[in-house]
């Protein structure tokens, strides 16, 4: 078992930054990769950026790489999301989330929510003008 719990949401101005944060424990040791999904009003809940625990290597969605960036520090179990330039259209709850070893799920990508078994509670971040 993993518990994830997210932190560092808020209200900003356009332009603005923030960082979140993912404080994960349990069988840390069994997750493989992480990653930050977000849940916008009436809207689907998307992935935008991921993180595999074992290399380090980060991939993100088209419309985020350049404003938004994943780390993690082991030491800490903690995985961060660091937003910056916030636009009015990324206001949602964002979600961290983790895949463990051995977790089968066929016909979806990192960028899927069937992807990852763990979920946090989520953290509401808006984005006013």
């Known amino acids: 078992q993993v518990q994830l719990m997210e932190s560092g949401g808020g209200s900003v101005q356009a332009g603005g930054s923030l960082r979140l944060s993912c404080a994960a424990s349990?069988?840390?040791?069994?997750?493989?990769?992480m990653a930050w999904f977000r849940q916008a009003p009436g809207k689907e809940r998307k992935g935008g950026a991921s993180?595999?625990?074992?290399?380090?290597?980060?991939n993100y969605v088209t419309a985020l790489k350049d404003r938004f960036t994943i780390t993690r520090d082991n030491a800490k179990n903690t995985l961060y999301l660091q937003m910056n330039s916030l636009q009015l259209e990324d206001t949602a709850v964002y979600y961290c989330?983790?895949?463990?070893?051995?977790?089968?799920?066929?016909?979806?990508?990192?960028?899927?929510?069937?992807?990852?078994?763990?979920w946090g509670q989520g953290t509401q971040v808006t984005v006013s003008s």
């Open positions: 993180l595999d625990t074992g290399g380090g290597a980060t």
């Open positions: 989330a983790a895949r463990t070893v051995g977790y089968t799920a066929y016909g979806v990508a990192r960028f899927d929510s069937g992807f990852y078994n763990y």
């Open positions: 349990g069988d840390t040791g069994s997750v493989s990769v």
